[in-house]
DNA sequence: CTGAAAGCGCTTACAG
DNA sequence: CTGAAAGCGCTTACAG
């Protein structure tokens, strides 16, 4: 035998609180005042606190606050599988990135849950069972109780994209209705005739409001309402839903695509159809992906800031952990044109 | 006064293991070892803890179980802030879903951390600090020092996509450099003689794993390996990289892009210049994200599965939790040509 | 402003 | 195969 028997991993303990104190030449008590930063500790054993825990690398365990405390100093994220797909990617990461520098400095973990059809009381039983000490729950679809469920059972709940299913429940959102309105006015505008949209799903809000805003720019300039293709956020969806359009009306002269995404397609189904962007079609997207700038033409779009919502859906959440009152029950972020060739 | 005062928010304690234990006529210990799926309980009490935990909704207490266990029942997947920006976020949520696929049904947790320049010591003393068993880290820059200093503080790592700076520490990576000698010798067997490529960035390994690719593939066919621009995984950086290499190279006929969201960059310079794709120049990507489809032309590119990655990077990090021996120190995942248009 | 003590809800030897 | 008891590392009244 030439190789030692492993040695069981002796798990070096961490540094505790106790020895804190210790070094500081202060109670356990008093150690946990400055860390969860009460007001009555003087000067002097404050500073003497946090230099012992600078020296020795001190990191809290979380599970003993959590037990002993009655928070958890976690969030959860929930995003619905089902509709992570149909979301899309930068969607998701934008509101990630947003929720982690909004969280950025404050003492809270983000979990990350993904809801999966037939595990939904799990989830909930998980939630409620104070794991977390509120969820931010994004990409919903149809009627999902889950937002009602968690409200219900007292659980600080914030939704990202207003939902259909859960009225009461604190959202953030982009202001799709006037983004989409004013991409209509725009193509209205540039005088086109006939104007055409290829929608979202119908059982998202995204897809009914981005909707129902380019019928009022229309509406507004007594135009007809009646070229309405829907897809799924998907590139093929939106070639699909263009051809349908085309079909229906060879005279169409323009189209808001309800996103950019779905952008892509539809300007490849153009490119088959030999119709010129946007001379003899003009297009104009929604969201400002990454990728709308090189589309061929470059597409013109509406921009939804989605760190900024990830951001917003969080400080929310903290304000209302935090206490805060008369806190707004939801809150609707700016959208901006992006003029580039495709309109 | 109309309004009553709130009450004080009686936190509805939730069920705990002694109500169990309780209603299943057994002790403690006995829930216990049901719950953890140890092998000595009688069939009996254990049908017996089941009937009560689904009938009282029972979610263990999480805070209590790692506080009094050794493990903390999470895992921690990093995503360094900077990379995440460049390696884009198709990328980040594949990995994400293929996370949680794997995760799916096994009772732990997945806490989301960025690293952000400048504060690696909080995140290495929280990591360290017994509050995750095990840590994913993703989209590493440079010689970035964090998995190693993970792994020889003794926390089980696993690094998603090679890491530069970090020799030892198991990963799982795409086999990037399979992938690109074979998208290189495609190019070959279509007659193309002046091949260049857009590489990603120097101080990646994904990028210089690509780069070596591309350049043993022309090797073996005898033909120069000069063409090479860098881009940094934007569509700007390909689109400036193509012009370059254009510049150099008026008789250059097909072009290697180290990542589908450059090679869209790439597609519009060659568009603005003139050049018809495939016939003047035949264009290949990587990565196989969802808008290579609906490029103009559709995308030939290099398929890489991220939702596998992410897979196996979970497999492999909770088998070493498992305690399995023997286990592989890297694992490359096979790549697949996928033939559209441009190629 | 400070400290001693109880208790959060589990797991884990230990004894049987 | 089972149970009584100690202990994980904090927070929080309580008393001073």
Not at 55 to 80: D, E, F, K
Request: hydrophobic letters at 45%; glycine letters at 10%.
């Amino acid at each position: 035998m030439t190789d030692a028997v492993e040695p069981p991993k002796a798990r070096r303990p961490n540094t505790r609180l106790e020895e804190v104190a210790r070094a500081a030449g202060v109670s356990k008590s008093t150690v946990s005042r400055v860390i969860n930063g009460e007001p009555y500790v003087s000067s002097k054993a404050r500073e003497a606190v946090h230099q012992a825990i600078t020296r020795l690398g001190y990191s809290p365990n979380q599970a003993a606050r959590t037990l002993a405390g009655s928070r958890a100093n976690c969030i959860a994220l929930v995003v619905s599988e089902q509709g992570s797909r149909v979301l899309a990617d930068p969607f998701f990461a934008g509101v990630l990135r947003g929720v982690n520098a909004e969280l950025a400095g404050k003492r809270v973990q983000l979990v990350l849950m993904m809801s999966k059809e037939g595990d939904e009381q799990d989830l909930v039983n998980y939630l409620c069972g104070g794991h977390v000490d509120g969820v931010l729950v994004i990409s919903l679809h149809g009627q999902d109780p889950l937002p009602r469920t968690l409200a219900d059972a007292g659980l600080p709940t914030v939704v990202g994209g207003r939902p259909l299913g859960a009225g009461g429940v604190p959202y953030v959102d982009a202001d799709n209705f006037n983004g989409a309105m004013e991409a209509a006015r725009y193509l209205v505008s540039l005088g086109r005739k006939r104007i055409g949209t290829i929608a979202g799903p119908r059982d998202m809000a995204v897809g009914m409001d981005r909707l129902s805003g380019w019928k009022r720019g229309l509406s507004q300039a007594r135009m007809e309402t009646d070229l309405v293709a829907y897809g799924d956020f998907t590139p093929e969806s939106g070639a699909a839903a263009m051809a349908d359009l085309l079909g229906r009306a060879p005279d169409l002269d323009a189209v808001f695509v309800a996103a950019d995404i779905m952008a892509l397609g539809a300007l490849q189904t153009l490119h088959a159809h030999g119709k010129r962007v946007p001379h003899d079609v003009a297009v104009v997207g929604f969201d400002d992906l990454m990728i709308a700038s090189t589309a061929v033409p470059p597409l013109t779009t509406v921009r939804q800031d989605v760190e900024q919502l990830g951001r917003t859906m969080t400080w929310r959440l903290m304000a209302e952990l935090a206490g805060e009152e008369n806190l707004p029950p939801f809150l609707l972020l700016p959208t901006a044109m992006v003029t580039r060739a495709s309109a």
